[in-house]
């Protein structure tokens, strides 16, 4: 089954500066790469995603790339802002008609941006 | 319009007691899925369901039974709770229409268990 990596555990940084998140997935058939931002006591929201059709994708501070040859896709969010700190976590899925089409999700990474 | 909507939020069990986590979505969706969420492990999937009437097993689905009951509702139980299923239970769903690309997947507020 499909394993995802996902690194740093935690992040640190300046109000302003940037973060980048990394992950690494293992099913080449993975063609589906949520994002989602988990605050204290909340549930998982999903705050961006990218189909394996495109290299990367933006919204505002926040874009993810996509590097379909390493299996790998990266979140960065720039001038990090107080009310970004959260648990963060990647996620893959394999095609509709493939079987398993669940999320299958990283570890986690906790960001904490100091102001 | 309440999204994924998780009963109880928090719950005490004893060692071999049993209960029943009650979820439910007002979005029309096809697909629901139950993850448990562990410190440092992020979240693993214990079953999901494709369609009403359908559920097949995700990672981690030893000691757990789900139903489906209807499109709107989702349970999950613990037949015999052991202090290894202590954890924060989440449900989500998707649309997930067959022929449609995957879509994103709502989760509701989380159940917080604790079995001692």
């Known amino acids: 089954g499909e394993n995802v990596e996902q690194h740093p555990s935690t992040l640190s940084v300046q109000e302003g500066d940037s973060a980048v998140i990394k992950c690494t997935y293992s099913d080449s058939a993975s063609n589906y790469f949520p994002w989602y931002k988990q605050e204290l006591g909340k549930g998982p929201q999903l705050i961006i995603d990218i189909r394996s059709n495109v290299g990367e994708k933006k919204d505002q501070r926040i874009a993810v790339t996509l590097n379909k040859t390493a299996k790998h896709f990266s979140l960065h969010i720039t001038e990090t802002q107080p009310e970004d700190s959260a648990v963060y976590f990647c996620?893959?899925?394999?095609?509709?008609?493939?079987?398993?089409?669940?999320?299958?999700f990283g570890s986690g990474t906790r960001l904490q941006v100091q102001p | 319009n309440a999204g994924v909507t998780q009963t109880p939020k928090f719950q005490v069990l004893k060692t071999g007691q049993s209960m029943t986590l009650q979820c439910a979505q007002d979005m029309n969706h096809n697909s629901m899925y139950w993850y448990r969420q562990d410190p440092g492990m992020g979240l693993r999937l214990i079953y999901y369901s494709a369609s009403e009437g359908t559920t097949d097993k995700g990672e981690v689905p030893n000691g757990y039974n789900v139903s489906r009951l209807n499109k709107r509702e989702f349970s999950l139980r613990l037949e015999s709770a052991a202090p290894s299923q202590t954890s924060v239970y989440f449900c989500?769903?998707?649309?997930?229409?067959?022929?449609?690309?995957?879509?994103?997947?709502?989760f509701g507020q989380g159940t917080r268990l604790t079995v001692v």
């Open positions: 996620a893959a899925s394999r095609p509709m008609d493939t079987g398993r089409r669940a999320l299958t």
């Open positions: 989500a769903s998707s649309e997930d229409t067959q022929g449609f690309r995957n879509t994103e997947a709502f």
